[in-house]
């Protein structure tokens, strides 16, 4: 934490764990990335100082990160974007201890982070430092299978463009219209286009969008909420599609399904961060 502060600002999210084994092995489990990938992710490379890397979960999330400091054996102090986009988070591993046992503190810092956020980050923090502590009491991989839900938020410039909107909504979903309202969901990535029906389209001017997304084959759909707050100088933007162990398909049909509607999701919240900074950018 920086010198000044008493005690954590709101925004910010501490956890701490005491795990039985030293230092030295502790750090190497949270910098090298073949000890990374048996608890958290796959890291591109090992971490050091003043590189970017990434850290991915194999189910279409993960982090865009920068390495600011390296002390081996002590402290690790990275800045992160989740799928690229969004707001930049500060995050610091510090480690204290002996032979024995360590301390591992992690603080993740975000200026204007909404309260509604802290606590759920804070129970996702607890859930990856104790499969770390898992991991090295028992030395057998630790690291979740995928995701449930995918998310992403990002931060909009106030100004005239809001994306809950009518005539904006089309500026950055990637949807079409059957003809008197929406009507399809499209995915355009590597392995080409696909649409899939849309059903229950709600919107809430100015505030909130609910709707649910058709799986073929699939015997329930899945439902996707995004959702507009006021934050600090701007404006945040978050999504959640939720639903994807309830397909009853196989593991890998709806593992894939996830990673291909990640992605776009991942382009629709970016194109909103661009069509928000073009706007302001009028004169």
């Given at each position: 934490m920086p010198d000044g502060y008493l005690s954590p600002p709101d925004d910010w999210?501490?956890?701490?764990?005491?795990?039985?084994?030293?230092?030295?092995?502790?750090?190497?489990?949270?910098?090298?990335?073949?000890?990374?990938?048996?608890?958290?992710?796959?890291?591109?490379?090992?971490?050091?100082?003043?590189?970017?890397?990434?850290?991915?979960?194999?189910?279409?999330?993960f982090f865009d990160l920068d390495v600011d400091h390296v002390e081996p054996a002590a402290r690790l102090l990275f800045r992160w974007r989740f799928l690229g986009v969004g707001p930049e988070c500060r995050?610091?591993?510090?480690?204290?201890?002996?032979?024995?046992?360590?301390?591992?503190?992690?603080?993740?810092?975000?200026?204007?982070?909404?309260?509604?956020?802290?606590?759920?980050?804070?129970?996702?923090?607890?859930?990856?430092?104790?499969?770390?502590?898992r991991y090295l009491e028992t030395g057998r991989p630790s690291r979740y299978d995928w995701r449930q839900e995918i998310d992403g938020t990002v931060v909009l410039p106030h100004g005239s463009w809001h994306p809950l909107r009518e005539e904006t909504v089309v500026d950055w979903l990637p949807i079409a219209t059957d003809g008197a309202s929406p009507g399809w969901f499209f995915v355009v990535d590597e392995e080409g286009p696909r649409r899939f029906a849309l059903h229950g389209w709600r919107l809430d001017r100015d505030r909130c969008l609910d709707f649910a997304v058709e799986i073929p084959g699939a015997r329930t759909v899945t439902v996707c909420q995004v959702r507009t707050e006021p934050a600090g100088r701007g404006l945040t933007l978050s999504v959640s599609h939720q639903g994807w162990h309830r397909l009853g398909l196989s593991d890998l049909r709806e593992r894939t399904l996830r990673h291909r509607f990640a992605a776009t999701w991942r382009a629709a919240l970016g194109l909103a961060e661009e069509c928000a900074g073009a706007r302001q950018e009028l004169p």
């Open positions: 999210v501490r956890v701490m764990v005491s795990v039985p084994a030293p230092v030295s092995e502790v750090w190497e489990a949270i910098s090298d990335p073949r000890r990374v990938a048996q608890w958290f992710g796959t890291l591109d490379a090992p971490m050091a100082a003043g590189t970017a890397n990434r850290v991915d979960f194999g189910d279409g999330d995050v610091g591993w510090t480690l204290t201890g002996g032979a024995g046992a360590t301390m591992l503190t992690v603080d993740d810092s975000c200026p204007g982070r909404p309260d509604s956020e802290v606590a759920q980050l804070k129970a996702g923090w607890l859930d990856f430092v104790t499969r770390l502590a």
